[in-house]
């Protein structure tokens, strides 16, 4: 246990509610880097950076929405230059395969100066029952313009276990985890698999990138349907379809596997709707 806090941004999303839960499982001091903290942490709003920076000795740093959204490396530079000046020792930075502006984040945390642990994930499985997916999935149709190719697609716990590890354990300094699932599923696979755990049929539907930007753009405007059709463009074109032996290597324990993930999902009642 440390006693600087540990500093953890995106502290209600995905990753971060699960890495706060399993530091304070731990018995670590936490501090919840969150719009809504008592201390806030916006990334709109640099003043509110040096505040929640203060007197931490580790950081989690999940950028939103996507390390790929203009300015975004721009911020992460401004952000690890304040840690450093505020004495941080440790960074652990959440980033995406397959993404040539997250790999230029990553190079500024390597050069940061500061004790680092990347972690660069896959495509979430909690996507499709926390994320921008559950509707849709409940729905019973998923539209991406993913063609038939495949993802590593992972379980979020294990991203998770991983940060926690590279944040409150030694062995981890300098370390790149590319975190993947054991299995590469396409994606009417993965619909598959969720209808054998919601009780509901779930089809996967391909559609092109022009209908995929046309839908975002009337759900988010022009701009964020513009930067989500790049993301997707790069990273559901085959060059991520490898699995990788990230979570063993930090973790010493396989990947969960994405059967494993709906059971959990259904149990934990994230798809209870009447049908
Ligand atoms: N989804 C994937 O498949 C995937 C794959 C690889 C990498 N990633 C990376 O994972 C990261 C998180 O993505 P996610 O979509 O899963 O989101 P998420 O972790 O679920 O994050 C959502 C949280 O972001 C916080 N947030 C929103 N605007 C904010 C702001 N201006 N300042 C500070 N916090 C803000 C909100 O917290 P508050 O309301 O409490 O402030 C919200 O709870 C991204 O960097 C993404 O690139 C995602």
Same mark, same amino acid.
């Given at each position: 246990m440390q006693d600087q806090p540990i500093l953890v941004?995106?502290?209600?999303?995905?990753?971060?509610?699960?890495?706060?839960?399993?530091?304070?499982?731990?018995?670590?001091?936490?501090?919840?880097?969150?719009?809504?903290?008592p201390i806030p942490f916006d990334w709109d709003d640099p003043e509110t950076w040096a505040p929640a920076l203060s007197g931490a000795g580790a950081v989690y740093v999940s950028y939103f929405p996507d390390l790929a959204f203009p300015g975004a490396s721009d911020k992460i530079e401004a952000l690890t230059a304040l840690a450093r000046s505020a004495g941080v020792e440790r960074l652990v930075l959440l980033s995406g395969r397959g993404e040539p502006h997250a790999q230029l984040c990553e190079g500024i945390v390597v050069r940061s100066g500061i004790d680092y642990t990347l972690v660069r994930?896959?495509?979430?499985?909690?996507?499709?029952?926390?994320?921008?997916?559950?509707?849709?999935?409940?729905?019973?149709?998923?539209?991406?313009?993913?063609?038939?190719?495949?993802?590593?697609?992972?379980?979020v716990d294990d991203i998770a276990d991983v940060a926690v590890a590279a944040l409150t354990e030694d062995g981890h300094k300098g370390e790149l985890y590319e975190v993947t699932g054991p299995e590469l599923l396409s994606f009417a @696979?993965?619909? &598959?698999?969720?209808?054998?755990?919601? !009780?509901?049929? +779930? /089809?996967?539907?391909?559609?092109?990138?022009? @209908?995929?930007? &046309?839908?975002?753009?009337?759900?988010? !405007?022009?701009? +964020? /349907?513009?930067?989500?059709?790049?993301?997707?463009?790069?990273?559901?074109?085959?060059?991520?379809?490898?699995v990788t032996d990230g979570v063993e290597r930090a973790l010493g324990r396989p990947a969960t596997d994405f059967a494993a993930f709906c059971r959990k999902a259904a149990a934990s009642g994230f798809w209870k709707r009447a049908a």
């Open positions: 941004i995106g502290a209600t999303g995905k990753t971060g509610a699960r890495i706060v839960r399993k530091l304070i499982e731990k018995g670590e001091n936490v501090r919840a880097g969150s719009r809504h903290a994930a896959s495509w979430f499985a909690q996507n499709f029952s926390e994320g921008y997916l559950v509707e849709p999935a409940l729905n019973g149709e998923i539209t991406l313009p993913a063609g038939d190719v495949r993802e590593p697609i992972i379980d @696979d993965a619909a &598959a698999e969720l209808s054998r755990h919601m !009780g509901r049929e +779930v /089809a996967y539907r391909p559609i092109s990138l022009d @209908d995929f930007h &046309a839908d975002m753009t009337g759900i988010a !405007g022009d701009f +964020v /349907a513009d930067v989500l059709t790049e993301i997707c463009r790069i990273t559901l074109d085959g060059r991520n379809e490898y």
